[in-house]
């Protein structure tokens, strides 16, 4: 084991650009597959015709799909239907069509929760659809979200590693090609990989915490 040699100067930088592209990359496909995700699930929970049963099926379709097979997907299929795009623009898209699949299930889930007596009760005062999903479903539906989305936020960060097969300059590719340089090096990069995706996750996590306590 060589850590003097693994965390050089030169290795060093070379691995915290690297993490700077998988923060890139997770953070875009955390806020489109948000954006996406409350839309289609939104839409969902409304039930309304046509709609809701084609996005109902496109849903299922991709959270039954591998991720992986999807970043294969953007990076070497959509070139074939006229569509190219770089390589962290295709691992952006394909995980946040994978994660907008799954925070659209978890956000009409968390609606539907909703105890339908205050629907009811909303209505009856002379709330109209739209402002009892505004106004009475949806923030109560958000308390109840936060916990299972922070944890796919989570997977999300963890995903991007995934891209290392379309490669992705990201912190795996990155420490992959330094631990590449001698085998003495595999233990303290790898070490400091795990460090760097935990302290990321674990500060996800309180924040999630924190939300979650002043929502309660």
Known sequence: MDIAGAFSAHNLVFILEGFVVTLRVAFIAIVLS??????????????????????????????NLPLLLIIFFTRFALPDIGVKLGVENSAIVGLAVFEAAMISEIVRSGLASIDKGQIEAARSSGLNYVQTLWHIVLPQGLRRMVPPMVSQFISLLKDTSLAIVISLPDLMHNSKIVIGQSYNYTLPILA????????????LSLAAKRLENRLI
């Open 192 to 203: 400091l990989v795990a460090l760097l995706y935990f302290t990321v996750n674990y500060a």
């Open 34 to 63: 948000f954006i996406i995700g409350c839309i289609v699930g939104t839409l969902r929970y409304t039930r309304m015709p046509v709609v809701a049963p084609v996005l109902a099926v496109v849903v299922e379709l991709v959270r």
